[in-house]
């Protein structure tokens, strides 16, 4: 859920691909699992022995994609010579994602629908919204946009090695990267520069994804781990990175470059605790998602949290 892996989010696309794909697909107008594109792109793989070339990519699998494939475009696919770049050097991990993930992606097509529809629910929303899974250039695991959600599979994928794992990851992927779906679609405008505003947005996605599956989250559990050893350190430390207006670098969307050991994205773990502990102190609990859902005053809310570096309940 990371610009890495697993991917976070950008709430921008092509406008004018996603024109193209959605006069294309006229009628895709669904909501809740969409398995189209990962199909496709399963198909391509397996004709062209696992190497499909720039030009195999775009007229079998680009062209003809859901409206999933535009919003995956922008950051994460880009174009057809860099998707046929990442399928060659990426091989194993799309041929694990096509053999492990998609199959268990086609049977949980109930129960992704029903995630969705969990989610919108605890955000207060009668809507719905499709997850399109799809095959992205290695570099993204998720991909919202008030259209949808793109999952990308071989980055989901990788960590999985059971089908029990698989499920678990995409059910986790679908209800995190869902949230964000809602944010867009209710005005959140992301701040260029604001470490505040950016871990509550990760945390508030992961506080509803655990509140969506009731259980303990698996994509999360080294994050959960470290910080659980370690929160007052890191607390001190995003106190004062957020006193001096530093960026994210130290605390989203570094995979391959976290603080010396730590795990990646601990902002995530951060902004789930101050989101827990805002809504464990609202006596109304709907107004409580729903001032964290819009985000508009990330200050007040922290304020409001009483979270404290460990002060809040576990």
């Excluded at 209800?175 to 005005?187: L, P």
């Excluded at 795990?263 to 789930?272: E, I, K, Q, T, V």
Aim: net charge negative.
């Amino acid at each position: 859920m990371s610009k890495h892996t697993p991917a976070c989010i950008r709430r921008a696309f092509i406008a004018s691909a996603l024109l193209a794909s959605a006069a294309v697909h006229a009628a895709d107008a669904r909501s809740g699992a969409v398995l189209d594109d990962a199909q496709r792109f399963a198909s391509v793989f397996r004709a062209a022995a696992g190497a499909p070339s720039a030009e195999l990519l775009q007229s079998d699998y680009l062209a003809p994609g859901t409206p999933g494939i535009a919003i995956f475009t922008e950051y994460r696919i880009k174009d057809a010579a860099n998707l046929a770049h990442a399928v060659a050097a990426l091989r194993p991990d799309y041929q694990h994602a096509i053999d492990l993930c998609l199959p268990e992606a086609q049977r949980m097509h109930d129960e992704v629908s029903a995630t969705i529809a969990n989610v919108a629910t605890l955000l207060g929303s009668a809507d719905s919204a499709p997850t399109y899974f799809l095959f992205g250039a290695g570099n993204s695991g998720g991909t919202a946009s008030a259209e949808g959600l793109g999952i990308g599979l071989e980055v989901i994928c990788k960590d999985a090695r059971t089908p029990a794992q698989a499920q678990q990851i995409i059910r986790e992927f679908v209800a995190h990267e869902m949230t964000h779906v809602f944010q867009n679609r209710n005005g959140l405008e992301m701040k260029d520069h604001d470490l505040l505003q950016h871990v509550l947005s990760e945390g508030f996605a992961d506080f509803v994804m655990g509140q969506a599956l009731g259980a303990e989250t698996s994509v999360d559990a080294r994050r959960r781990a470290y910080g659980i050893a370690h929160e007052a350190e890191l607390w001190r430390r995003f106190q004062a990175d957020v006193a001096a207006d530093k960026g994210d670098d130290d605390w989203l969307f570094n995979v391959g470059h976290p603080p010396a050991g730590e795990p990646a994205d601990m902002g995530y773990w951060l902004g789930r605790r101050i989101c827990e502990a805002y809504y464990a102190r609202a006596a109304d609990k709907a107004p409580a998602i729903r001032t964290l859902l819009l985000l508009r005053d990330p200050r007040r809310i922290l304020a409001d949290s009483g979270y404290a570096g460990g002060a809040a309940a576990r």
